[in-house]
């Protein structure tokens, strides 16, 4: 690696960054010190911009630039899905079929690192929940989001709101064979009529 004391600092904060092993922060370091002097300025506006001006909506925890984001202020809250973060509000945007409005929770329950239910968005949650018809648990499909789902449909079960877990199984264009028992077990279990 280059001595240069500025390059090995951008390429150690490029390493901070998930997915980004040293090499590649290497080469992003590498590429910014190829870009022209404005382009390179306007990449690190775009960083600060984004520090100063991305908050958590006041509603659903999701990021937006106002007090309530787009999704909240303009929807039906009537159906309020549950996700882990807020990347998660954008997988499920993609697909354009969800209607409703989100839940962030920043987290998952995990006893191991200490993270209990007053260390996520679950009061907000509870709070908001009294106004809805259907709560659809979207976290992971891990222990950790498994564990979060079922609490939360536990503590929310009482109020008599529909509770919904999104569907597992068997991914489009995979084998069974390579499927693990988990997720067969989740596919049968989970398994729709044909029309």
């Known amino acids: 690696m280059n001595n240069i004391e500025s390059v090995t600092k951008l390429t150690a904060y490029f390493a901070t960054l998930p997915g980004v092993g040293g090499k590649t922060a290497a080469r992003y370091a590498y590429h910014v010190i190829n870009m ?3 382009e390179a300025i306007g990449f690190s506006e775009a960083i600060i911009a984004v520090k ?13 630039d106002k007090d309530e984001c787009d999704i909240c202020s303009l ?21 354009k079929e969800y209607k409703g409005v989100y ?17 996520i968005n679950i009061k907000n949650l ?13 976290t992971n499909t ?15 079960k009482p109020s008599g ?12 264009g995979s084998n069974i064979e390579y499927a693990d028992e988990m997720t067969l077990m989740r596919a049968i279990a989970d398994r729709k009529e044909i029309l």
């Open 126 to 138: 509870v709070l908001r929940a009294a106004g809805a018809d259907e709560i659809i648990m979207a």
């Open 75 to 95: 929807r039906d809250p009537g159906t309020i899905c549950v996700v882990k973060e807020p990347k998660d509000v954008l997988a499920i945007e993609k697909i």
């Open 161 to 172: 709101i529909r509770i919904t877990r999104i569907a597992h199984g068997i991914p489009v």
């Open 52 to 64: 100063e001006n991305v908050m958590l909506c006041k509603t659903c925890g999701n990021f937006t």
């Open 36 to 38: 022209g002097k404005e």
């Open 142 to 156: 891990d222990v950790e989001g498994e564990a979060t789902a079922m609490y939360i449909a536990k503590l929310l």
């Open 103 to 119: 839940h962030v929770l920043h987290g998952t329950l995990n006893p191991i690192k200490n993270i209990g239910p007053n260390d």
